[in-house]
T-cell receptor, first 114, second 113 residues
Framework: AQKITQTQPGMFVQEKEAVTLDCTYD???????LFWYKQPSSGEMIFLIY??????QNATEGRYSLNFQKARKSANLVISASQLGDSAMYFC???????????FGTGTRLQVFP | KAGVTQTPRYLIKTRGQQVTLSCSPI?????VSWYQQTPGQGLQFLFE???????NKGNFPGRFSGRQFSNSRSEMNVSTLELGDSALYLC????????????FGPGTRLLVL
């Protein structure tokens, strides 16, 4: 069965440092997509980055990069040069082939301190 | 370009009532999905619509229903509200199926008393 696991309920990082948020997934579908979203206290889900299962290179979007290790079924999010505004909940999600349905992990609460 | 809009943003209802939530996707987007977020259950998939057709439905009771109109706007309805239906209801849209981005709206916070 499809499953997303985020084992870090909370993470702390100092401003300007890099942080890695872990995500592992389980699927038997060879074609799938992996997403990371940020959810500030306002509630809106903000799209950060996407990785397709057949993409050869790790995805990057500005300060966000996705460390995709297909054999280990992991899709960790790396945030470089953390900013105070990065404090939020972060969700990893997976979409299998032929559907737009997203399966979400339980999230990681990131707190950036000065 | 305007983002995904959801109305109303906040709603208070009492048990037994029904509620209708609305989602307007980004202009040109044809795929709309709905999610329920609660502290206990996290984010759970409700429905997926594309071109007015429901493609998938999550594991929710029949009190939860939805539809999509020809202009891609979508509504979801919850009848006979229960206390456990209190949640943040999120809508997401994408241009077509299997896109690299799905954009979420701000959500509707429903409180059932």
């Amino acid at each position: 069965a499809q499953k997303i696991t985020q084992t870090q309920p909370g993470m702390f990082v100092q401003e300007k440092e890099a942080v890695t948020l872990d995500c592992t997934y389980d699927t038997s579908d060879p074609s799938y997509g992996l997403f990371w979203y940020k959810q500030p206290s306002s509630g809106e889900m903000i799209f950060l980055i996407y990785q397709g299962s057949y993409d050869q290179q790790n995805a990057t979007e500005g300060r966000y990069s996705l460390n995709f290790q297909k054999a280990r079924k992991s899709a960790n999010l790396v945030i470089s040069a953390s900013q105070l505004g990065d404090s939020a909940m972060y969700f990893c999600a997976m979409r299998e082939d032929n559907t737009d349905k997203l399966i979400f992990g339980t999230g990681t609460r990131l707190q950036v301190f000065p | 370009k305007a983002g995904v809009t959801q109305t109303p943003r906040y709603l208070i209802k009492t048990r037994g009532q029904q509620v209708t939530l609305s989602c307007s996707p980004i202009s040109g987007h044809r795929s709309v999905s709905w999610y329920q977020q609660t502290p206990g259950q996290g984010l759970q998939f409700l429905f997926e619509y594309f071109s007015e057709t429901q493609r998938n439905k999550g594991n929710f009771p029949g009190r939860f229903s939805g539809r999509q109109f020809s202009n891609s706007r979508s509504e979801m309805n919850v009848s006979t509200l229960e206390l456990g239906d209190s949640a943040l209801y999120l809508c997401a849209s994408s241009l077509a199926l299997q896109q690299e981005t799905q954009y979420f709206g701000p959500g509707t916070r429903l409180l059932v008393l």
